[in-house]
Nanobody, 124 residues
Framework: QVQLVESGGGLVQAGASLRLSCAVS????????MGWFRQAPGKEREFVAEISGSGAVTNYADSAKGRFTISRDYAKNTVYLQMNSLKPEDTAVYYCAVRVYGQSRTTPTDFAYWGQGTQVTVSS
């Protein structure tokens, strides 16, 4: 059974940093892209970042560029999201997922095996 478990969220002040982790168990996805999404209250789930199966290619939402860094550790079967210079508008539940369709679209429907999410709250 495939399971993705996110961790690392918390309550921080604006300008602080957090590193989110997504531990994958039950299967390895060495050839699959892995993505991070977030969902704020009353809003749709939105793309944050993705890393390719090889780890050589990354893609970020405009809101994340220059502040967030996605990486993956194949030995630990874990994907990370380093978030720096956090802003109150980054407040959301953050989810990781596996790309199962396509290669370029970044909609939630192209991803599967969603974790339960980890809450990130940034105070001003």
């Amino acid at each position: 059974q495939v399971q993705l478990v996110e961790s690392g969220g918390g309550l921080v002040q604006a300008g602080a940093s957090l590193r989110l982790s997504c531990a994958v168990s039950g299967r390895t996805f060495r050839s699959s892209g892995m993505g991070w999404f977030r969902q704020a209250p009353g809003k749709e789930r939105e793309f944050v970042a993705e890393i390719s199966g090889s780890g050589a290619v990354t893609n970020y939402a405009d809101s994340a560029k220059g502040r967030f860094t996605i990486s993956r550790d194949y030995a630990k079967n874990t994907v990370y999201l380093q978030m720096n210079s956090l802003k109150p508008e980054d407040t959301a539940v953050y989810y990781c997922a596996v790309r199962v369709y396509g290669q370029s679209r970044t909609t939630p429907t192209d991803f599967a095996y969603w974790g339960q999410g980890t809450q990130v709250t940034v105070s001003s």
